[in-house]
């Protein structure tokens, strides 16, 4: 049986190119109403133009699907608010976020104007959170919802010149880890897409024999399916890149438990560093305490 959107409603912000414009286009042929959201402005987030948004409205409209554009900033959390607004004044709900918009202000860190750092996690970061903020009632009441933030590789294994995206990427995780146990009693689901692909954005990164391969539509199924109704997943993050698709996971190790009714050294830190980051002994971070608990209990420290 195919995934079908019919009956929902979406809104993909930065929609007017690259990534966001390929997940528009996806879901509403499935059968989603879409708000395509994207001020238009440059990769650096400078300058509007409305044309972009309007561009992939009639994109979809010419394939027989149902979309109106959005023109905002998710920057500004009023302007934030609207894009919301748009899906509730023109179809009456909102089933489907995807917090695609970004910008890119590549620099060292030495070279980083405060200004600049600033701005990009005010898209990236700020810009997830208001949109979802402004979803997230609409989606509790109707005890439905599917979030999707996109996060990056230059934040969980870093990239030189990208500390304030990296920093970015990192935080929408946070959100997301928190929100799933807050939305999971409602039916919302939230997740996170650390994509790769060939974009104005990163047209100057990647190398030329890779690039070709790298193409939008090949990351948006997944997104697709993590905005699906048969979608379970919460709190999970896929990596999306050349047609592969994997699941990336926070690991802890065993490491080692000294009694915490005596002292510690550094010295026995320090000697027993290789078992601390021995990767063999590895399991999924799931929780907040790790396996504390059980070790202090098994040392007869608590019943």
């Not at 699906?228 to 996971?249: F, H, K, L, P």
Request: charged share 20%; aromatic share 6%; with cysteine.
């Amino acid at each position: 049986m195919d995934v079908r959107f019919d009956g929902r409603v979406a809104i993909v912000t930065g929609a007017g190119a690259g990534l966001g414009r390929s997940h528009a286009m996806l879901l509403a042929s499935r059968g989603a109403k879409v708000v395509v959201n994207d001020p238009g402005g440059a990769v650096d987030g400078v300058g509007t133009v409305a044309a972009v948004a309007d561009k992939v409205v009639a994109e979809i409209k010419a394939a027989g699907g149902e979309a109106v554009a959005s023109y905002a900033s998710v920057a500004e959390e009023k302007a934030a608010n609207t894009i919301i607004e748009t899906a509730m004044d023109t179809w009456g709900r909102l089933d489907i976020l995807v917090n695609n918009a970004g910008i890119l202000r590549d620099k060292s860190f030495n070279n980083l104007d405060m200004a600049d750092y600033e701005f990009v996690n005010q898209v990236h970061h700020f810009g997830t959170v208001y949109c979802t903020k402004a979803a997230w009632p609409i989606m509790r009441k109707q005890q439905y919802g599917r979030i999707v933030v996109t996060t990056s590789g230059s934040g969980t294994v870093g990239n030189f010149g990208q500390a304030n995206y990296g920093a970015a990427k990192m935080a929408v995780n946070g959100l997301i880890n928190v929100l799933r146990h807050e939305g999971g009693k409602y039916n919302i689901r939230l997740n996170a897409i650390s994509p790769s692909a060939l974009t104005r954005m990163t047209e100057s990164l990647l190398p030329p024999d890779v690039g070709p391969w790298m193409k939008p539509e090949l990351v948006s199924p997944v997104v697709a399916w993590l905005c699906s109704e048969e979608c379970d997943q919460n709190g999970e993050i896929m990596a999306a890149t050349a047609g592969g698709y994997a699941r990336v996971q926070y690991f802890v190790t065993e490491g080692v438990q000294f009694d915490p009714a005596e002292p510690v050294s550094i010295e026995m830190v320090r000697d027993q560093m290789d078992t601390i980051r021995d990767l063999s002994t590895a399991k999924p971070y799931i929780g907040m305490m790790g396996n504390v608990v059980e070790k202090l209990r098994a040392m007869g420290r608590i019943k």
